[in-house]
């Protein structure tokens, strides 16, 4: 009897072991294919954050005083944007960014972790321009003489990478 329960409970911790890894890749995967959106569109991010910039009013002005322009200036630069709109797509689906200056940095940070080799090369060609003249995966392997699987397996580290410098910076809703 007591081997019976004892196979049971390797069974059982063979099960959760297996369920716990298979959880963690599902979660990897998701925080990838957020970076890998956040890197697609990363220039409308940017003109979306540079445009609220200079639309922005500050907390604490109020519209019947005349607002102070050095006041406005230095509470622009001071509080972050909560989040912006992006509009993606033919059909202009609204992407909500937020914590988007952090989405900046990490990706300013991922790409300069890659400076120097050929992952960073391969990516930035991939990720630069994506929405105006996307490069096929096929086509930048082929021109960088790798496999499309190097490819891809490169693109994982790359956004695995930029997964984890994002939650350095703080940013928990993947």
């Known amino acids: 009897m007591q081997a019976k329960t004892d196979r049971r409970k390797k069974k059982y911790i063979r099960c959760c072991y297996k369920h716990r890894k298979e959880g963690i890749r599902l979660l990897v995967k998701h925080w990838q294919r957020v970076a890998e959106t956040r890197f697609k569109y990363h220039k409308k991010i940017q003109m979306a954050v540079d445009e ?90 082929g021109l960088q003489g790798v496999s499309r699987q190097t490819f891809y397996a490169w693109r994982n580290e790359f956004l695995s990478d930029a997964a984890i410098i994002a939650a350095q910076h703080g940013i928990k809703k993947f």
Not at 53 to 80: E, F, M, S, V, Y
């Open 52 to 141: 609220a910039r200079a639309c922005r009013h500050p907390h604490g002005l109020k519209d019947k005083l005349k607002p102070n322009p050095t006041q406005q200036d230095a509470l622009k630069g001071i509080l972050p944007l909560k989040k912006v709109s992006v509009y993606i797509g033919r059909r202009s689906y609204e992407l909500i960014i937020e914590q988007p200056e952090k989405w900046l940095a990490v990706i300013r940070e991922t790409y300069a972790l890659y400076k120097d080799s050929p992952i960073g090369h391969v990516m930035h060609k991939y990720y630069d321009n994506y929405e105006d003249r996307h490069v096929r995966p096929e086509v930048i392997s």
